[in-house]
């Protein structure tokens, strides 16, 4: 049994006129010190997911259905009460945005040393001493943990979050966008440091971008997501090099490759469907150059083509023998 | 710019300001149509009108032109001279001033204080049950308070729990002819006197004090610090109190410290309709009357004091806010 399971995980945000089905049966699974990235268009249910995780969800957002297995607990049922505990000590959460992540009245320090002492049974003095350490671990200088947000670079922020997210010494720590907010030598060095700490700590690691080089440097393995559903599932390798939904091809073409000598941005056309009322069959096949009838008309299951890899789409064998 | 010096800045530019508030109110007040004495003269025997009135217009130097009156008033001001008052004649104004300002700083800051813990503590409420009955009473109870013209609500309470009921005297802020026997009973019958108009006063402010702060609540609630703090698996009250409440309170501050303020402006409407013996009423009556020097003198004082809350303010929001540097 993996660390974490996702099946069939539904999500929906209940608004005027019905449910948004941010997140449709959404499949994944995580060992112990893997990395696995989730990347999609934005409004795709990427972030929904996430926050899903840890039942961080806006009020009108819900669970709809489908399971959430920590170390084969299920989060999405548990209690307010309970699932507290998982939140920080066990799983914890880089938000996009650390320029407002942080609360801006209060010292940077004491925000990390607040969730040590939510979780461990510490004297304040110690667990200044901890949040010392993880500075010294992200490459701040210790003095700034008595620093105000603002003091801070847009960087700094960013290695602030990190250091809180490993206050308590998680098993897994969700980076949501982590460094889209950030320019892009510091978002190298932001990477990096993520990177060296998952290594070194074991941990495991769920990193959502739309940047898909990003997870093609840092993740194990990949789960593309479109309108709230798994598009295609396997390691990073096969995703990259031999992806089968149109859907993926389309993603990866229209990212810039260094190597590529000349090769031609392809854009996906059209946009993502409207969650409240997606299209039926394969929610793709308004967009797909491939749509048959069939697309039109029903809805594609996500199987295992391969060993380990997992797409939805009714022409995943025709595919195979179009050259990607 | 350090403290110091940031202090001094503000006091210049409050003294700069005071200047222009007590210039506009000497012109104002004399472009006014009408004499100040003349309702003053009509209750004089017919024949000696024309006499009285040359005598009292020279008497008070209203003969000279306008920029020398003007002068003179500065000149008096810096020294500390408020001059006397038109209608009550030979009385100094600042005595009329220390007469009313008592009643007002009572009437005004038991009002305001009330105000301000009720209408946050309903705020406060409201958001944190959003979209639940105590919010949405709230909003509508806070909206039509918020609605409803001061003058209109005290004569209702003159009409229902003075008259039809008798609960509360009528006006005024002591029974007249009342012998008290000792100091306490006199606090007791004026307290009884203030009951209506600070009633009146708290209803009508406390409900936009209250959607004030459920707004600022709400503003901080959809914050990502927010998120991150309920990530962090904190309960819902160290979330509440410790990082959403922090932060919304930070607008409040400086609305308290404005509206503090104001306490010594009175209530012109208020202690009108209750006939409460204060500044506004002051105001009030020396408008009408051409009293110049009495509502010189009570403007004079109530921008000092809006002044000073002001500078009192930003110093507070500097010192609670880390992000506002000098």
Redo the contacts between chains.
Sequence with gaps: MAMLEVEDLKIYYEVIGGDVKAVDGVYFDLEKGEALGLAGESGCGKTTAALGI?R?LP?NGRIAGGKILFEGKDLAKMSEESI??????RI??I???AM???????RVGNQIV??IL??ENVTEQEAWRRTEELFEMVGLDPERAKD?P?ELSGGMRQRVMIA?ALACNPDLVIADEPTTALDVTIQAQVLELMKKLQKELNLSLILITHDLAVIAETCNKVAIMYAGKIAEYADTYTIFKKPLHPYTRGLIKAVPSIKGTKEKLVAIPGSPPDLLYPPPGCRFHPRCKYAKDICKEKEPELTEVAPGHYASCHFVDEMKNIPF | MGMREYLIKRIIQGIVTIFVVISINFFLFRAMPGNPFMRFIESQPRGKVKEMVDIYIKLFGLDKPLWEQYLIYIKNLLMGKFGYSFRQVGVPVSKIIMERLPNTLILMGTATTLTIIIGIAFGVIAAGR?GELADISTVVVGLTLYSIPIFWLGLVFILVFGFWLGWFPLWGMITPGKYFSNPFEYAVDYLWHMTMPCTVLVLVSAGGWALITRNALLDVFT???I?????????ER?VFY??AL??AM?PLVTMIALSFGFIASGAVLTETVFSWYGIGRLLYEGTMQHDYPVVQAAFFMIAICVIAANIIADILYAY????VKY
């Design positions: 840890l961080l009020s507290r505990k998982y939140r920080w000590k914890s959460i938000f996009q945005g407002n992540a942080l609360n801006p009245v209060i607040e969730a939510a979780h105000y603002h809180m | 959003r914050e990502d610090y998120l991150t703090a309920k990530a962090k698996g904190l309960d160290t410790k990082h922090r932060n930070l609670l806010d880390p992000r």
